[in-house]
Structure formats: structure tokens, C-alpha cells
């Protein structure tokens, strides 16, 4: 039996959530085929061919996958899926999050969700609570379906497979729902998920006006930016920027967390960053216990102080 | 328009969990219980599509324990006009509750079912597209805007690099990110009223549906302690330390 990993793409590239689900599914042993299901997105799926340990990719190109709905891409691994696979995984993004329990449901078996760390090709290891507990789960099911936290795995290289890539034919258009708008969030700076270093501002910037002093910093280290969810709920930022349990999860090898405290909730979506750093001005906020270097103070003087200083 | 709002009880988002001593589960006993908080924007949405006259009727479901009960007099108090308890004491995963859910949709027959997108204690993120697909309904997961109109509904939801808008006929399943509304309090005259609308008691059983779990948990531990606590002095100390001991920047 294999393993199909359904590709999260722009058509034209991979995300890089993309390639750490490849490395997941490669820890369950058996043959890695991956699904890009997309419209003239022969670029995307030349780029999972070219993955180190994918042996197959199965391409599907229909006008229905440019801007597709869960209801199609999972129709479309619900076609190939019977007694070809024994595992079917997708990133715990937004993509992956929407599509999987559909498949699940349909083939009657349960999903583990958000998966850390495999033990066996059927038990694996899950935050539950916010990240405050981690359970460990067995899934008797004949096909498991899996979503992959991405920071848990290391990114496959890019480069260096040989993957086969072959056509295969579409699925329906389930005619379930349209896409008839997107409004992406354009920007210059690395992928908040995926960004070496992550720089995020809490409610202690103040405003809009003032979150905007964390560009230039960002600027000097080539950072993504995010934020706190107070930050977001008083309308700093775009709620993509959301850092924490029900936002994004990112693990960079250095977070720098601006005017924060550290709920719970904010803590579960960074902590397991390499280096921490903490400005904050209250001593007793509980993101100084999980930084490893806080510096207490006004965030006002020292992040001017702090860009200049990397100047 | 009947609208079906399914909830879960879950152990307070305050509260800060201890794992058991033997590792098999957290420990709930005497814990504070409540709503879980993308459920109350489930129910405020509900709400505010019954106060444009949109929905007629309003149903609180949910799926557990005896004491589930409480949850769906708090639903009631917001706004919803009858409940359902689906009543077992099975440890219920995302799909059963989406075969139970299934199972009251059809008996009820609404035109459309919000959720929230994930509860907090399991953090499956699961069962309303678990739903959607059981029912062949189309999904709107992650919403953060819902206009219904002439049988459809136009759903912005949010994406990983921004919004996306989603059009569908009804009936449908919608599930609620954060920032879908600002959830109302109870107020004392509604918790009273509350206490007298109609809640129906049924069971797996009578539904016809098989809530056995398919997970096993084996062991549920905590986190590795992360080592913080380092304070630095100043900027420079701090930029020095960032580049010599931890090496993370040039």
C-alpha cells in the first residue's frame, strides 16, 4: 500500500507545508505519491516530482482546481483513494484543515488531526488543549487520514528526487460551492508559517500606526510579522497575522514577541520556536517565563534602539 | 429559515489544564465547564440572522453527558429557541458526533447549520466539514462574513494569505472563526426565560447511530518544559547575546 500526500500549491510552486507533510508521510514507510490537483499547474507538479523520496505524482488539471473548493479536492482523493492507500496526509494549514474531514467522513474512518510525531504507521502523537497536553493515538481504521503539523517535521529537499509524474483524469465538478473572490494579503516579506525569523506585536503597540515601527525591524532581518490575537482583535493587523491555538502555529529559529504577555492561547502557536526574545515592559508577564532573553522596558525606546543597533 | 446550531462543553478557556498522574487524560474533575467559545459565535450568528428576520427558529444541539445540559440552557439564554441533548456516556470523536448531528439534521430538516470551527479541548478542527460531507451539504469553513440570500449563501472565510469568498445554495454547513461576531452576554430575564423553553432528550441509540470511539488514546502527557526565564540588560547585551550564543542572526 502507499501513501498519497495531497499538495498544497499556487499552481506554479509548492508550499513549504507541502514539503514537510513529504517527510511525515516518508516516516510511514511505503511508496510517497503526491496529488496536485490544479489548473495548468504543471509547474507545481514538475516541483513535488523533483522532492527527494516522492515516487510518484499524480496530476490533475481541471478549471474547477484553479481556485478549488474542499468539496472538489476531496472528491478528486476520494477517486484514487480505494485500495490503492493505506494513508492519505495534507498539512494542517487552511487548506489541508478544510479538505481532510470531508474525506474522512466519507470513507467512515476517523482523522487525526495536527499530528507531532509518529510512532507507527497507526499510532501517533497530537497537541490537544492548546498544545498544554499531548496525546498519543491509535487508529484502527483501514485508511488513516492525517493532518501533519508543519513545524514538527523538517522540509523535504526540494530537489534531488525523480518522482514519475503522470496524468490522470479529474473528478467532477461537485458543483457544492464557488470561489468567486479572494483577497490576498500582499506582501514583500517572507511566509508567516515558514520564515526563519518571526516578529510579532501584541496589544501594548498601541495602534495600527504603531505596529508599523515593527517593519523596519522586520526589514533589517528579513522577518515575517505577526501578531498577538489582542493585537488583531483591536484591528492592528489582518486577522491572518493571528499567532496561537486557533491562528497560525509557527516554530522559527527566532521569535521576537513585541509588547506581549503570553496567554495561553498566543503561547501555543510559538513556543516551540528555537530562541525566544521578549520586550515587554511588565517584568511579570508570563512570556518572559518562556523567553530566553526578555528585556524589560518600553517597547517605545527599545525597538528604535534595537533596529538601529542591527544596522 | 430553521437554523441548527450544534455546541460542545468543554472545559473553560481560562482554566489551565493538569494531565492525570497516569497519564491517561486531563483531569476535569472540578474544573469549570462552559460553552466552547467558537460555539457562542455560532449561536450569536444564529441570533443575528433571526433578528434580520432571516431565521425563524433557532436549535441548540449538542452531544454528551447528563451536565451538557447546562451548555444548552446557556444557548438557550442567548437566544436559541428550543435544544436537543443527544445523551451518552461514550467518549464522542468528531465523526460520531458528526453521525449524530447528521442524523438530527435530517429529522429536522434546517436550512443551514453553524459550528464552531474547532473546540478547544481536542482541537480536531473536524466535525462540521465531518458533517458537510456526511450530509452531501456544501461547507463554509472558517467564516468570517455571512450574507444569505434568495436560498444561497455568500461566505467570506479565512485563508492562510488572506480571505476567500465562497458562494452556495442552502442547505449548507458554515463553521465560525473568531472574528465572525462579537458574542452578546445572557442577560438575568433571558437565563430565566431559559429555563423554561423546550429541550427534547434522545440518545444514539434512537437515532440509530454507532458512537463507538475509533481512536484509542494511550497516553496523554504533558509538554516538554520549555527552559525560559534569561533576562538581558539592554539592546546591546541583547544583540550581542543574539549573535554569539544563540547564533540566530548575522
Known amino acids: 500500500m502507499s501513501i498519497l500526500v495531497i499538495a498544497e500549491h499556487d499552481q506554479a510552486s509548492l508550499k513549504s507545508a507541502t514539503l514537510h507533510t513529504i517527510t511525515a508521510a516518508q516516516q510511514l514507510g511505503g511508496d510517497v505519491h503526491v496529488l496536485v490537483a490544479g489548473h495548468n499547474a504543471g509547474a507545481a507538479a514538475q516541483a513535488a516530482a523533483a522532492v527527494a523520496g516522492v515516487a510518484k505524482v499524480l496530476h490533475a488539471d481541471a478549471p474547477h482546481f484553479a481556485m478549488p473548493t474542499a468539496e472538489n479536492i476531496a472528491a478528486m482523493a476520494l477517486s484514487m483513494l480505494p485500495g490503492v492507500y493505506s494513508h492519505v496526509l495534507a498539512p494542517a494549514t487552511g487548506f489541508g484543515k478544510n479538505i481532510l474531514p470531508r474525506v474522512a467522513a466519507k470513507l467512515d474512518v476517523a482523522q487525526v488531526s495536527e499530528i507531532t510525531a509518529i510512532v507507527s504507521p497507526d499510532t501517533f502523537v497530537r497537541p490537544i488543549y492548546a498544545g498544554n497536553a499531548f496525546a498519543t493515538v491509535q487508529s484502527k481504521d483501514p485508511v488513516k487520514v492525517i493532518t501533519v503539523r508543519a513545524t514538527a517535521f523538517d522540509a523535504a529537499a526540494a530537489t534531488g528526487g525523480s518522482g514519475s ?27 508567516l508559517t515558514s520564515a526563519r525569523i518571526v516578529i510579532s506585536g501584541g496589544r501594548g503597540l498601541g495602534s495600527a500606526e504603531n505596529f508599523k515601527m515593527l517593519e523596519a525591524l522586520a526589514d533589517k532581518l528579513n522577518a515575517a510579522l505577526g501578531a498577538s490575537r489582542a493585537a488583531v482583535d483591536a484591528g492592528y493587523v489582518p486577522n491572518d497575522y493571528q499567532v496561537g491555538q486557533t491562528g497560525k502555529i509557527v516554530a522559527p529559529d527566532l521569535y521576537i514577541a513585541i509588547g506581549i504577555s503570553g496567554a495561553i492561547q498566543h503561547l501555543a502557536g510559538m513556543k516551540d520556536s528555537k530562541v525566544i526574545v521578549a520586550i515587554n515592559k511588565d517584568a511579570e508577564a508570563p512570556i518572559f517565563q518562556i523567553a530566553d532573553y526578555g528585556l524589560v522596558g518600553d517597547l517605545f525606546e527599545l525597538v528604535p534602539q534595537l533596529t538601529l543597533a542591527l544596522s | 429559515m430553521k437554523i441548527l446550531v450544534p455546541i460542545k462543553r468543554v472545559v473553560d478557556y481560562n482554566v489551565k489544564v493538569r494531565v492525570k498522574p497516569d497519564g491517561s487524560g486531563v483531569d476535569t474533575m472540578n474544573v469549570k465547564m462552559s460553552m466552547n467559545p467558537f460555539d457562542e459565535i455560532a449561536i450569536e450568528e444564529a441570533v443575528r440572522l433571526r433578528e434580520k428576520g432571516i431565521a425563524t427558529e433557532i436549535v441548540a444541539v449538542t452531544c454528551g453527558v447528563t451536565a451538557c445540559q447546562e451548555t444548552l440552557r446557556t444557548a438557550l439564554a442567548l437566544g436559541a ?31 443551514l447549520m453553524i459550528l464552531g470551527k474547532q473546540a478547544i479541548d481536542d482541537d480536531a478542527n473536524q466535525t462540521g466539514q465531518m458533517l458537510a460531507a456526511l450530509l452531501d451539504w456544501p461547507q463554509a469553513a472558517f467564516a468570517s462574513k455571512v450574507d444569505i440570500a434568495e436560498g444561497g449563501a455568500t461566505v467570506k472565510r479565512e485563508v492562510d494569505g488572506g480571505l476567500e469568498t465562497l458562494q452556495m445554495k442552502l442547505p449548507a454547513i458554515v463553521t465560525t472563526d473568531l472574528r465572525l461576531n462579537e458574542p452578546r452576554y445572557a442577560t438575568l430575564p433571558n437565563i430565566m426565560k431559559a429555563k423554561k423553553k423546550p429541550m427534547e432528550i434522545t440518545t444514539p441509540a434512537t437515532l440509530a447511530v454507532d458512537v463507538t470511539p475509533r481512536l484509542t488514546t494511550i497516553k496523554v502527557v504533558e509538554p516538554p518544559k520549555r527552559k525560559g526565564g534569561g533576562k538581558v540588560a539592554d539592546v546591546q547585551e541583547l544583540v550581542a547575546k543574539l549573535r554569539n550564543e544563540a547564533k540566530v542572526i548575522a
Open chain 2, 81 to 111: 429557541d428550543r435544544a436537543i441533548l443527544v445523551e451518552t456516556d461514550v467518549e464522542l470523536q468528531p465523526l460520531a458526533v458528526a453521525k449524530l448531528l447528521a442524523a438530527i439534521a435530517a429529522k429536522e430538516q434546517p436550512q
Open chain 1, 165 to 191: 509524474v503522470e496524468s490522470i483524469a479529474p473528478s467532477a465538478d461537485t458543483g457544492h460551492a464557488v470561489v468567486i473572490g479572494q483577497e490576498l494579503t500582499k506582501s514583500e516579506r517572507p511566509e
